[in-house]
């Protein structure tokens, strides 16, 4: 009778508290627990799945695993044990690439998921990775293309969103001790809110090349309530500044000072640009704000390699130019810049080029390098994920910008809707971008006022005016289509595969030494 008395009790009080939590955990619109935030983990998984002592470098910490064993075939395990000792020059994160699922997940740095009706999005303050999760059921366009992150599909089960990871590449690790897996791996996530400030978060792993049988890690995700937004932790960047790969340019990134024989800046000399007409079967969300979530192409008609008009250059695309404002097209700028523009565009200065070293392009870069992206429209943001591995921010919550101190790639973007048309401010820039490959020049003092509308179901014309005291005499405008098209996203791993970049620090190295020879 006893015994019956507990289980009953037992019974009770797990119903209970899963019904508070029920009650407690905040929900969107449609019911679903909302999982929108800041989160980051409060373990040392990273370091080690297994509980472990500390080492030079290394933390000591619990483990994660369940049963704390990990489930190796007898060759696995001898190829666990040598990628531990060799796991300085081993680890793929030691040469900054894509960490991987589950690893991304509890690295120590924070991420923020971004929930919509049709996707989860997760980005990363760790290089800007990101993570976009299909929940709508669309199967995936392009089977047995494996990648550094996977291919992510998830699905809710009641409260839980349930995602399966699978069409891994064999590169990356589980942690810094050297744990793997193969091509194989099958992972089965769950998100699991037990109130308002944490998640269960669950990983069953399968790979049948490297274990003996199925296993799971858990741990809890705690929401960051004293942090209202990421930043950006640019691994390879910071690694190239540090050991001289990559060098400082004085006139252009932060803090530099307006040159004292520049022309004096008119930034009123902009002129008013025709408004643009507004289709009325576009797109709509509840609210009545246009929907222009989905995938995207710039047609940017050779942006990349010049904004202004350019043909018939050696190795170098045409440029069907995309300035508006001026109206003759090109470029206002100051004589030393324009000069800079001219001598980058040279081979010994393709090294200097920032996304030669597969950083991140900028604002508004981002938008025309070659390469496809994709608007998010969760509640209070717009998110652009941008294939090339980085992704935007834009607040709708009228916040103000960022400390000037605080110094970005992808600088801090606020918008707000004026009608039909999304326009955005960023501020706050490094200055350490180009504006293309034949090196169009700006500099930390930018200031960019982008304006997207939807003037079709399918298409949105981007306007971005520039205004930068440093490198121009007055604002410039450009404008290019973006063309929304029934496609997926899929990963371009640029500093995993390049394989250029050698080369163009020989060109520039040669250079240097010839005009040190030179009389």
Request: overall charge negative.
């Amino acid at each position: 009778m006893l015994v019956r008395s507990i289980v009953l009790i037992t019974v009770f009080l797990s119903y209970f508290t899963g019904t508070v939590a029920a009650q407690t955990v905040p929900r969107t619109a449609s019911g679903k627990p909302d999982l929108q935030g800041i989160w980051q983990v409060q373990n040392r998984a990273s370091y080690d799945l297994q509980s472990h002592t500390a080492r030079y470098d290394v933390l000591p910490g619990m483990g994660v695993v369940v049963d704390d064993e990990i489930p190796y075939q007898p060759w696995a395990r001898e190829q666990k044990n040598a990628n531990f000792v060799n796991r300085k020059t081993t680890d793929p994160l030691s040469k900054c690439f894509l960490p991987g699922v589950p690893r991304i997940m509890y690295m120590e740095h924070p991420f923020q998921i971004f929930q919509a009706e049709e996707h989860v999005a997760i980005t990363f303050e760790w290089t800007q990775v990101f993570r976009l999760i299909y929940t709508n059921g669309q199967q995936t366009m392009y089977p047995g293309f494996n990648s550094w992150m996977g291919n992510s599909r998830g699905h809710w089960e009641g409260d839980v969103l349930v995602v399966e990871v699978t069409e891994h590449n064999d590169q990356t690790w589980f942690d810094e001790a050297g744990n793997f897996h193969s091509d194989a791996l099958h992972l089965t996530e769950r998100y699991r809110m037990l109130d308002g400030d944490t998640i269960d978060y669950e990983v069953t792993i399968e790979d049948e090349n490297v274990f003996t049988r199925p296993w799971t890690i858990r741990m809890a995700l705690h929401r960051q309530t004293h942090m209202d937004r990421i930043l950006e932790y640019q691994c390879q960047a910071e690694l190239e500044e540090m050991n001289g790969d990559f060098e400082r340019d004085d006139r252009t990134w932060y803090p530099a000072a307006i040159p004292d024989d520049n022309e004096p800046f008119d930034a009123d000399a902009s002129i008013d640009l025709p408004e643009l007409a507004v289709a009325d079967d576009i797109p709509r969300l509840p609210d009545g704000t246009p929907d222009i979530s989905g995938y995207y192409m710039a047609d940017a008609g050779g942006a990349n390699y010049g904004l202004e008009t350019y043909s018939g250059r050696f190795l170098l695309p045409d440029s069907r130019g995309v300035v508006v404002d001026p109206p003759d097209g090109l470029l206002p700028y100051q004589k030393w810049a324009r000069a800079e523009r001219i001598d980058r565009e040279g081979p010994h200065r393709g090294y200097d080029d920032p996304t030669a070293h597969c950083f991140v392009g900028g604002v508004p870069r981002s938008h025309y390098v070659p390469a496809p992206f994709f608007f998010l429209q969760p509640p209070g943001h717009v998110v652009v994920l941008h294939e090339r591995m980085s992704y935007r921010q834009i607040f709708l919550d009228g916040r103000a910008h960022l400390p000037d101190h605080i110094r970005l790639w992808q600088g801090d973007s606020i918008g707000r809707w004026e009608g039909d048309t999304l326009v955005v401010e960023s501020t706050n820039f490094n200055g350490k971008s180009w504006l293309n490959e034949v090196g169009d020049v700006v500099s930390h003092a930018q200031t960019i006022v982008e304006t997207f509308t939807p003037v079709t179901a399918s298409q949105i014309i981007y306007r971005a005016t520039v205004s930068d005291p440093i490198t121009s005499t007055r604002p410039w405008t450009i404008e290019i289509p973006f063309n929304r098209e029934d496609q997926e996203m899929l990963e371009t791993a640029c500093l995993e595969d390049n394989n250029d970049l050698g080369h163009l620090r020989d060109v520039r190295d040669e250079y240097r030494a010839a005009q040190k020879t030179t009389p």
